[in-house]
């Protein structure tokens, strides 16, 4: 069981976890052992998630999240397949805590007199810049 918030914790049937070889270099080892560990938890199904929670989810996870609605993360930081686990579980416990904070709304302000005039000011000044390039008079 993974503990989220208060409220949300994740049952170990909706994690399934993955041990996979690591790339890059290692020697011997990496071509025997499988450390790297790749995490996937059932985001859409889940029963704990609320809507709201899974649609902020899903814009955080961005390419993390699959077709199906999966959430998907890959750790292959250390040598150890333990540590690889807990810091693949800590990632996606932060990913959803972070999806748990509703945004602030955002209030629209109108711009100040003061700028408006300052607006208006820079046009007219380029306008009147740019008709002085009309062709010359040959008089």
Avoid: C, H, Y
Avoid at 13 to 35: A, I
């Amino acid at each position: 069981m993974l503990k989220i918030t208060d409220q949300i914790t994740i049952e170990d049937w909706e994690l399934t976890e993955q041990f996979v070889r690591s790339s890059g270099p290692g020697g011997q080892n990496v071509n025997k052992v499988s450390t790297a560990v790749e995490l996937r938890f059932e985001a859409a199904r889940s029963p704990n998630l609320p809507d709201p929670v899974k649609s902020r989810l899903r814009r955080i996870a961005g390419r993390k999240w699959t077709k199906e609605g999966a959430v998907v993360i890959q750790v292959e930081e250390t040598r150890s397949q333990a540590r690889n686990r807990d810091i693949a579980r800590a990632r996606l416990a932060e990913m959803i805590r972070r999806a748990t904070e509703r945004p602030k709304r955002r209030i629209p302000t109108k711009p100040t007199k003061g700028s408006q005039r300052r607006r208006l000011q820079a046009k007219k000044e380029r306008g009147e810049v740019k008709a002085l390039r009309g062709k010359v008079d040959g008089d």
